[in-house]
């Protein structure tokens, strides 16, 4: 195993978790605000207040993630159960990378959102991989 590869893997990871985290706040605390939900695409304070309900459910599904991810980076400091603390930072991270394609397919708009929720997943799932193969 590749000490350097899953160092790498690891801050990818933990830098997923903290985008997620961020979506959280900006999603299910930080919705009422123009710039926030502006930031979402949402042109109308109607429109805002209708999606609210949805922003801040879906929030909860970036923090979820997000915990897992975080969850799964402490298990991997115990050798009894590393194993097990990759499956589940990996579960995580590719739910992460798999909502930002679902993204990315349902409106090519957002690629910028896509990339951000997405690419440091990817990073992460890459790294943490080539870590246990090499």
């Not at 990818?12 to 999603?27: D, K, R, S």
């Not at 897992?68 to 739910?95: D, E, N």
């Amino acid at each position: 195993m590749s000490t350097a590869l899953l160092v790498v893997g690891i801050v990818a990871a933990a830098v997923a978790a903290l985008i997620h985290v961020l979506i959280f706040f900006m999603e299910s605390v930080l919705w009422s605000r123009p710039g926030v939900w502006r930031g979402f695409g949402v042109t109308t304070q109607a429109d805002a207040d209708v999606l609210r309900p949805m922003a801040f459910n879906q929030g909860f599904y970036n923090v979820f993630l997000a915990i897992g991810t975080a969850v799964g980076l402490l298990m991997l400091t115990y050798p009894s159960v590393a194993t097990a603390g990759l499956g589940v930072v990996l579960f995580a991270l590719l739910s992460m990378l798999l909502a930002s394609i679902v993204l990315i397919t349902s409106n090519p708009k957002l690629l910028r959102a896509a990339l951000i929720q997405g690419l440091a997943p990817l990073i992460a799932i890459g790294f943490l991989i080539l870590a246990q193969v090499v």
